[in-house]
């Protein structure tokens, strides 16, 4: 590991531990959101160490007993169900009858190694989202995490427009120390691994602006993200990023006649921005245009479709598409699923082989679909599937309850209970594994079911506010 590396690796370690050791609650959880929305944190070695993970594993002993201590509560039930369902899959399919290898990967992309670094981001997850409902149960104040994630949006997306004025890649500057250029196409990134990123965290900001908007909160400094997001988003030209806020925008929708109306606007302001764009950005705008055909047009990047459902899963990534492909043909997998992260490698004999897949042939797939829905079919079949729904039902549920119980602060709980529900939304269509903001989101959930559920004698916070 590089000395850029090695320092990195120390930065992210030291700074959750000594929050952790000066119980800082406060500080933990800015860190805990900027981490999960940004990339620059995460040191690259044999194995890519995320600052996410790191805090997630540190707050994984504090989690555990939050989660015993709400065992009780239906919403730690079918959570605590879900994770424990894929450690069972992967004890299956990772360590017990693990699946073979033809291709000659090393360990850590072998089903054994694939389990245990795949079943500890999901810990370090469950973990974040245990502290945030605990941060956000503690305060009564959801939109600590909100705001958090609207200023995260608008650093990345402030750098993304910057990378695209100055034509430098300021992920690489600040996660690798390496001043470089952007992508050859100049899909701007921002401060994230990939477009996609910068996307997904964009989409979940335009989500949560438009709420506070339609409430008239903080409405010119969350126009001004709002601004700041879209254009970043219209430059990275991410269609994950674009499918996921039309997603979250269509979701809020349903929430109530103001909300429809600022939707409504926000639509014909992207419309007009777009025009603006596409008189001085020609180029640009074909780039994209070009980039959805493969999605929802006649062109597929994976050769001609012999039928409805190749039609639908070629317009999707490698990942996705080969995952989808292997359980058509194999449906028993469908209902109990491949293990945790390990559906890529017998996926890897159903991945279409076109120009746009060569790279993938010889070393085969080694990331897990990136829609949620398939993600969590892959990971865990139809059973999986319902233990996540019953999370976000039951989740649901409580924050509702949150809401009619305190009129003091109904309005932000509200947008937190919307929020909610357009994340999940968003998860299941384009942010899965990689890139993900779901636990933020999960531990709205949570907390609601804490503050609920209360125990009589929960476990003394690792932090305080």
């Known amino acids: 590991m590089p000395g850029y590396q090695v320092l990195l690796f120390v930065t992210i370690v030291a700074i959750p531990v000594w929050l952790m050791a000066t119980r800082n609650g406060a500080a933990l959880l800015a860190w805990v959101i900027l981490v999960t929305c940004l990339d620059v944190f995460n040191a690259k070695g044999a194995v ?41 899959l992967g004890l299956m399919f990772g360590l017990a009858f693990p699946w073979p290898d033809t291709l000659g990967r090393p360990l850590n992309l072998r089903a054994e190694g694939r389990t245990v670094l795949y079943l500890m981001r999901e810990t370090a997850a469950l973990s974040i989202a245990v502290f945030v409902a605990q941060q956000v149960a503690k305060s009564g104040r959801p939109d600590r995490v909100l705001n958090g994630i609207l200023l995260a949006a608008c650093a990345t997306s402030a750098f993304a427009v910057l990378e695209y004025v100055t034509g430098i890649s300021y992920y690489l500057l600040f996660n690798e120390g390496v001043l470089a250029p952007t992508y050859w196409n100049f899909r701007v990134r921002g401060l994230n691994f990939e477009p996609r990123g910068l996307g997904l965290v964009g989409a979940h900001a335009l989500v949560i602006g438009i709420l506070y908007i ?49 939707v409504a606007r926000a639509s014909i302001v992207a419309v007009v921005g777009l025009a603006a764009v596409a008189a001085v950005q020609s180029q640009r705008l074909n780039a994209l245009r070009f980039l959805f055909s493969e999605r929802v047009g006649s062109t597929v990047r994976y050769g001609a479709a012999t039928n409805a459902f190749e039609e639908v899963v070629y317009r999707m990534e490698v990942f996705d598409t080969s995952a989808a492909l292997f359980m058509a043909a194999y449906p028993s997998y469908l209902f109990i699923g491949t293990g945790p992260g390990l559906v890529s490698i017998p996926a890897s004999p159903f991945m279409p082989v076109s120009a746009y897949t060569r790279l993938y ?9 990136t829609m949620g829905l398939l993600l969590e079919l892959a990971n865990g079949g139809i059973v999986a599937l319902v233990l996540w729904l019953g999370f976000v039902f039951s989740a649901g549920r409580s924050l509702d309850w949150v809401v009619q119980r305190d009129a003091t602060d109904s ?55």
């Open 48 to 88: 890519n160490v995320s600052a996410a993970s790191i805090t997630g594993l540190l707050l994984a002993p504090y989690a555990a007993r939050m989660l015993f201590a709400f065992r009780k509560s239906p919403v730690v039930a079918w959570i605590a169900a879900h994770y424990g369902y894929l450690v069972l």
């Open 214 to 262: 339609a409430s008239r909160r903080h409405v010119w400094s969350t126009a001004a993200t709002l601004v700041t997001t879209a254009l970043a988003m219209l430059l990275g030209a991410s269609t994950s990023g674009m499918i996921a806020a039309a997603a979250g925008a269509s979701t809020v929708w349903l929430s109530n006649r103001r909300v429809r109306r600022y």
């Open 361 to 369: 042939v010889e070393p085969g797939l080694n990331s897990p679909p």
């Open 411 to 465: 309005r932000i709980w509200g947008i937190a209970r919307w929020s909610f529900i357009a994340a999940a939304t968003i998860y299941l269509l384009a942010a899965g594994f990689l890139s993900s903001l779901w636990p933020l989101f999960a531990g709205l959930g949570l907390a609601a079911a804490f503050l609920r559920d209360a125990s009589p004698a929960p476990p003394a916070p690792v932090a305080h506010a």
